[in-house]
């Protein structure tokens, strides 16, 4: 089932949805445990789809995939290189991403975005996936010349406008057929299966829930492929997986 956010207008208030058939269907209620269809429809084509969730957090991990024909390093670290978005940064589907002034040097990176869909203190890898809710798709702008020397990276990921998010909620996604991909101005740059993920996501689930108690509406983002690239203002950014959709962002300056 997808889930989604949307607009009719840019004054209303946003309204939730599940999608079926090509049509939004608007619900009330809380997605995560109890909603309702309002009986309203609405097409696609004529509402602004928005980013399909406010999370409470946003959590990223860096540097775990391979590229296509490498070696998975043979000793995993310790401790995973994790990091926090500010909820500020997210943007929803067709917002633009606006590069700061002077700024260059930035990059896109597609990747599988996991939403919690219970609370999670200490759970196992065995039981990690029972407590996601489902997945989305987010845009992990970056810009490397904010990292500081000692390896702290959450400047360089928190301007506003660095997360862009959507375009749904897919919670019966097929893990195992997923494929992460950027298109870059029509160029395919990223396309990398999980199974070149270096830290699997119940590992990961499981390793955060040991360390915090992760909460309904938590967004998880679980690395981004070999593949990414800088980008410009003018640029297009299309982040796609099969069975969630496209979420593409303009770059603007």
């Known amino acids: 089932m997808k889930f989604a956010r949307f607009k009719t207008s840019a004054n209303e208030v946003a309204r939730l949805a599940i999608l079926e ?3 939004l269907y608007e619900i009330e209620g809380d997605i995560f445990t109890d909603w309702k269809k309002t009986g309203n429809e609405y097409e696609v084509s004529r509402v602004h789809l928005l980013a399909p969730l406010i999370p409470n957090t946003i959590i990223g991990v860096g540097k775990n995939y391979v590229a296509m024909g490498e070696a998975k390093p043979e000793h995993v670290p ?3 290189v994790l990091f926090y978005k500010p909820v500020s940064s997210m943007i929803g589907p067709e917002d633009q991403i606006m590069l700061p002034s002077g700024l260059e040097g930035v990059k896109f990176e597609s990747e599988l975005a996991v939403v919690i869909g219970k ?3 200490k759970i196992s890898e065995e039981e990690a996936l029972d407590y996601v809710f489902g997945y989305t798709i987010a845009n992990d702008i970056t810009a490397p010349q904010f990292f500081h020397p000692d390896g702290h990276w959450m400047v360089g990921k928190s301007f506003d406008t660095f997360t862009p998010i959507g375009p749904y909620i897919e919670t019966e996604l097929q893990l195992a057929a997923v494929n992460v991909q950027a298109v870059h101005n029509g ?4 396309d990398s299966p999980l199974d070149l993920m270096i830290l699997k996501i119940p590992y990961l689930l499981s390793y955060l829930s040991n360390v915090m108690t992760l909460q309904p509406g938590d967004v998880f983002l679980s690395g981004s492929p070999a593949g990414a690239d800088f980008m410009a203002a003018g640029d297009t950014i299309s ?7 496209v979420l593409t962002n303009k770059v603007v300056g």
């Open 78 to 80: 310790a401790i995973p």
């Open 119 to 121: 609370k999670a203190s």
């Open 239 to 245: 982040c796609t997986i099969d069975g969630i959709g």
């Open 21 to 23: 058939q090509g049509k």
């Open 187 to 190: 160029t395919l740059k990223q």
